[in-house]
Every structure is written in C-alpha cells, then in structure tokens.
C-alpha cells in the first residue's frame, strides 16, 4: 500500500497534535500538513496548499461545542479537494453530528479519542474501497416509520408505504431495523441476508454488493431484512450512519420499519430522515406514548420531522384532530383506516394491502406515499410533462 498523505484540520491544538501522533504511527499514511483553521471560503489558501500536497485524506476534527465551522469545511473540501477523501473525527454521543457530517460527504465518522487502529482500519478500507456506491442523480430521501407503542401498526405502515411508492416510482428500498424483523413474513420472501450482514461487510461496500445484500420483491421493491432473532445490535451508531448514507446515493426512496425499537439506532436514522412516522391510535395512552417518542427522536431543530399517522382510525364523536396532535406534541399528516380483516388476512397470507387495489385502505397508503413526496423535484416536473401534453 502506498503510504497515504494526510492533511490535519483541528481547531484544538493538544487535539491536533494527537491525531498527527496517530496518524504517523499508522505507518501507512503520513502527516503532510496541519492546520488550525477551518477553511470557510474556497479563496482559503489551504485550498491550493491541498492540491499541491496531493493529500489522499483530510482529517476534519469535529468539535462537540460550535460544530459549524468544521461542518461548512467539510462541504467545501468535498467540492474543491474532490479528489481526497475526507475523514471527520468527533464524538459518538452525538448523532446530529455524524448525520451532518455524511450529509456534509465525509466518507468515514471516526470516534474521538481515535486510536492508531481505528485510523488504520480507515486508512485500509480507502484504499481498498475504490469502486463506489453510484451516485448520480438527486440523493435518497428516507423515511422512517416508528411506533407510539408496540403493535400499533409501523411493519404494516411501512411495508405498504415501500410498495406504493415502488408502484408509483420505481427504486425503493425497505429496510427493516425492528428488534425482530417481521417485514419477510408480510411480504411472504426469504431473506438469505440481513442489516447485520451489511453492516459486517460496509468496509468494502459498492452497488453491487448492497444489491446482493438485498431480497427483491416481484413488484421489484428491494428489501434489507431485519434480525431472525432478538439478540439485538451491537453495531455502533456510525455504522448506521455509513450505511444509510450509502443507502440513500442508491436508492431513490428508503422506507425504514423501526417498529418499536426505540435505541440510538433508531434516533440517528430518523435524525437522517426526511419525515419520521410516528404511528399511533387515537387513544389516551397510544397518544401520551407517542409524545415520549416525540421528545426521545427529536433533539432540538428535529421535532419539526416527525409527524403523526393515525393508525386503525375511526371516527369517534367528541374527538377531534386537533387533541391527537396537542396530547402528541406532533402534527398530523396521515389516516389509515381500521380494517382489521384485510389488514391481517394479508399479513397470514403474505399478500400486502398494496397487492389487493382498489380497497380503501390501499387508496389510504398511495396517498401517503404522495403526500410525502409531492415536493420532490422529478415528481414535480412529471406532473408538469403530463400537463404540457394535454
Ligand atoms: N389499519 C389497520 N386496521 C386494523 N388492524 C390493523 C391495522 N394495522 C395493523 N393492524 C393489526 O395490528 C397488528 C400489528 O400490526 P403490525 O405487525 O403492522 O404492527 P407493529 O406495530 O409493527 O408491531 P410490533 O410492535 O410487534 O413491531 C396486526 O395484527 C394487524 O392485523
Ligand atoms: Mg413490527
């Protein structure tokens, strides 16, 4: 392995003398340059240091207080160091750090304080990860579906929701993070992997190994199957973080069934999420659960994204809309209806709800998937053509 040239980028000095201490005794890469400031504009004159040194990777310290400036450095250096690869260091307790950091383009999280080792290990998997996951048109959108309370209804939210947004616009994934993943018995398949195999194999991920990590559909949805047991994840929040990200620059939508996990797995990937469903039923204890997850997901800016669905809903005198959102804290953005037949007949027999059109439940899962992707772009200008050719 050629011996890697790294650039330091550290506000804090002890910091970065530490990482520059680390990094040389990779013995595989060496410290090329470190600096104190972190580059805001592309007149920086790092920027042109870079180019000169030929720098394969950018440590970027992420410090815990005042996050940003380290951040916007990460977003310039992914546009105009595009070449070198940029590694954030920073702390693990914080999850809207390592989701902005990915989003920023950092191709790796490292944990601060970092060992020898754990840079190694990154400093090998850059080298020998040269094909990528593609990453052409507009990134992913993900969203994640998430119960007030066990039972309520997410597995069948979201298996319902992947397909209609599959019918509507093709290159959907299903991803299933509940404690004990159900999704292979709703949609009737055998899954031969799962998230943890994902998750073992992200150092040498590309497209083509995240297909064959995934069971397809006959409708063409793809699905990353959940746990065979209830052993329970002992992958770090990172990984999640990394293994998204890689989702969401293949996929075009990501349905995500937490079911009732209720861990930082599940924090950081409905902080990751464009809309978090939070699903409920229209009852007291349903809805005072559902405003405890509301403030377990949604740390400061976030509460904005989860949104309530009312599952199994029906009109009861005297309820209003307008409590299930004060006694939840969210507001709400979907009705399904209680359909308790159909509704199991189809998991027992492994035919989804999305499968037997026409019903009304169905029309109830083709407009929620509408509803949360009337704003995409693609969707908008398809809406356009249709009307042009009018
Ligand atoms: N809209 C609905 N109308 C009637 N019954 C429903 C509806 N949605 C779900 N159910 C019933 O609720 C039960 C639980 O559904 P599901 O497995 O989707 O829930 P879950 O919230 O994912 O459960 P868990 O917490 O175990 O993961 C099922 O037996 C199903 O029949
Ligand atoms: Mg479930």
Redesign the pocket.
Known sequence: MPELSVVIIAGDSEQRAVLQVLVDGTSVARTAHAAANYPAAATDPLIPRMHALHADVILVDVPIENPSAALNAIELLRQEVPETAVFAIGSMSQPQSIVSAMRAGAREYIERPSTTTDLLEAFIRLSTNQRKVKRDGPRGKVFTVV?AK??????????NLALALQSAHSNVALVDL???G?TVL?LNLKAPFTVADAIRNLHRMDSSLLESFMTRHSGGLQLLAGASNPAGSDAATAEYARLFDLMAGHFRYVVV?A??RLDSATRLVGNLSETVLL?AHADVASLWSASRVVQFLGENSNRERVKLVL???RKIPGFHESDAETASGASLLWR?????F???AA?DRGVPLMQQNHTE?ARAFNGLAAALTQNDDDVKRSAWSLFKTV
């Open positions: 119960n066990g039972g309520s209804g997410a597995t069948t939210i979201a298996v509940a404690p004990l159900h709703h069934d079911s009732s699903v599952n199994r809903f399904i209806p209680n359909q308790y159909a509704v199991s998991i439940i």
